[in-house]
Structure formats: C-alpha cells, structure tokens
C-alpha cells in the first residue's frame, strides 16, 4: 500500500503520477479515484499526461483511449489493457494498492 497524496491535493479531473517501477497514474474521475499502470501499451506515453474524459482516458502521444475501471483500451492502436490497481482513502489520505504483476506472488 503506497501513500500517494491528500485527497484534497487530487481534484476532480485531475491526476498525479507515482515514479513506483512500474510508474502508476492516480486519476480523480469526478470524484471516483482509478489507479493504473502509468505508461502506455502501445508505446511510452504516459497516461498521466493524456486527457480524461469520464472513467476513460486518452493517451496523449496517438489518443488510444483506456477505460480506468477495467484497464482495457476502448480503440486502437493499444491493443493490451494496462493493469488497474485498487485506491482506498483513509483519514484523507489516498492510498495505491498495488496489484501483483503477472507471473509474481501478490
Ligand atoms: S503511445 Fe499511447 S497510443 Fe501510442
């Protein structure tokens, strides 16, 4: 679990990248919080820097769109789904919990 901000230091439409390896982008999507793998599937953009519109958003280097609930691209050219990592706030703080890579323990 990895201390990311205070909630009020992520408003609505708003997001922060963690420099974890891999990188993790935390999204405020009005007013629910999404975690994912930071950098794009189709080549190293990073999605904290894309453009968010509802629970999707955009990469900025070639606008594949990825839904932050799921993980999944929702069109081309990204073709795999980023991993999506649980976010819970307590005493105002979020917090990431990361989910284990493939081929590793939890
Ligand atoms: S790097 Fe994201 S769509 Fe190409």
């Given at each position: 679990?990895?201390?990311i ?8 439409g ?5 420099d974890?390896?891999?990188p993790?982008a ?12 930071d950098t ?8 904290s ?31 795999r ?10 005493d ?5 919990h ?7 323990a939890?």
């Amino acid at each position: 679990m990895i201390p990311i901000c205070r909630l009020d230091d992520l408003p609505e439409g708003e997001s922060v990248r963690i420099d974890t390896t891999p990188p993790i982008a935390v999204f405020n999507a009005d007013g629910e919080l999404y975690a994912i793998d930071d950098t794009c599937t189709h080549q190293d953009a990073s999605l904290s820097e894309g453009w968010l519109e509802g629970c999707l958003v955009e990469c900025p280097l070639h606008a594949a769109s990825f839904d932050l609930r799921t993980g999944q691209p929702t069109c081309l050219p990204a073709r795999r789904a980023v991993r999506t990592h649980h976010v819970t706030v307590d005493d105002g703080v979020v917090y990431v919990h990361v989910a284990a890579q493939e081929g590793t323990a939890a």
